[in-house]
């Protein structure tokens, strides 16, 4: 875990920096999570997956994994719904306030896959901090 006031000076830094916006760091940040560094520690999760709905509703197995490796680590919590075959809505239970960055990781995520997809935050109904309707193109 690390706090976010550090993953924010981070990104104000490379904001600064490289003279982009705030979408353009977290969007380049998520693809290099998934595609670059995540393929490092965590590949075998994606290669167990065929396909971004199965991996993203394995997230919540991911995390529990983490937490029983790493002492004292508090990653998020994710609930489920589908409610139908193209769509995924994922409730996610955090302290952290990047919903941004979670949106570009799940497109992310499609992307590895070679998946088309809409995300699009929507309000939770099961008290999470915040939740994504992700709609699969068919």
């Given at each position: 875990?690390?706090?976010?006031?550090?993953?924010?000076?981070?990104?104000?830094?490379?904001?600064?920096?490289?003279?982009?916006?705030?979408?353009?760091?977290?969007?380049?940040?998520?693809?290099?999570?998934?595609?670059?560094?995540?393929?490092?520690?965590?590949?075998?999760?994606?290669?167990?997956?065929?396909?971004?709905?199965?991996?993203?509703?394995?997230?919540?197995?991911?995390?529990?994994?983490?937490?029983?490796?790493?002492?004292?680590?508090?990653?998020?919590?994710?609930?489920?719904?589908?409610?139908?075959?193209?769509?995924?809505?994922?409730?996610?239970?955090?302290?952290?306030?990047?919903?941004?960055?979670?949106?570009?990781?799940?497109?992310?995520?499609?992307?590895?896959?070679?998946?088309?997809?809409?995300?699009?935050?929507i309000?939770?109904?099961?008290?999470?901090?915040?939740?994504?309707?992700i709609?699969?193109?068919k």
């Amino acid at each position: 875990d690390y706090d976010d006031a550090i993953t924010m000076d981070l990104i104000n830094g490379a904001i600064k920096v490289l003279g982009v916006s705030m979408d353009d760091v977290l969007k380049a940040f998520a693809d290099y999570w998934v595609f670059t560094y995540a393929q490092k520690l965590y590949g075998i999760y994606f290669r167990m997956k065929h396909n971004a709905r199965e991996f993203l509703k394995y997230m919540d197995q991911i995390h529990t994994s983490v937490i029983n490796r790493m002492a004292g680590a508090k990653p998020p919590h994710f609930e489920y719904e589908e409610p139908s075959s193209n769509v995924l809505i994922m409730h996610y239970f955090t302290d952290r306030k990047m919903k941004s960055l979670l949106k570009y990781l799940i497109e992310a995520v499609c992307k590895y896959y070679n998946e088309e997809a809409t995300v699009e935050e929507i309000p939770s109904d099961r008290g999470a901090y915040y939740a994504f309707k992700i709609t699969f193109e068919k």
